[in-house]
Nanobody
Framework: QVQLVESGGQSVQPGGSLTLSCVVS????????IGWFRQAPGKEREGIAA??????????YYIDSVKGRFTVSHDGARNTVNLQMNNLKPEDTAMYVC??????????????????WGHGTQVTVSS
């Protein structure tokens, strides 16, 4: 089993920055990817970023709408995956959730590849 707990969500103004954290615990040796997803009211869950966390791997993945603004990183010592978000826009408003995959090769933006999910943290971007 793998457990994930997100934190860091809050209300910010457009152009602002936030860092979300995802603390991962449990059977960490099985985890190969940590993904960040978001879901806005009335919209489908959207995969936005991911990082490979298997042995000797640190590949990162981003969808076009966040590329250059968001950065995902892995702090192995703290079993934490962070999502640094800069230049936030109102359309970034959503519940942000991290998830863990134990598969060796996945499409990092597809929820079906992830078996373990956190409960989410709310990000609101508004003036």
């Amino acid at each position: 089993q793998v457990q994930l707990v997100e934190s860091g969500g809050q209300s910010v103004q457009p152009g602002g920055s936030l860092t979300l954290s995802c603390v991962v615990s449990g059977d960490l040796d099985r985890v190969r990817y940590i993904g960040w997803f978001r879901q806005a009211p009335g919209k489908e869950r959207e995969g936005i970023a991911a990082i490979a966390t298997g042995p000797s791997r640190s590949d990162t993945y981003y969808i076009d709408s966040v590329k250059g603004r968001f950065t995902v990183s892995h702090d192995g010592a703290r079993n934490t995956v962070n999502l640094q978000m800069n230049n936030l826009k109102p359309e970034d408003t959503a519940m942000y959730v991290c998830a863990a995959s134990t598969d060796q090769a996945i499409n990092t933006f597809y929820p079906l590849y992830y078996s373990y999910w956190g409960h989410g943290t709310q990000v609101t971007v508004s003036s």
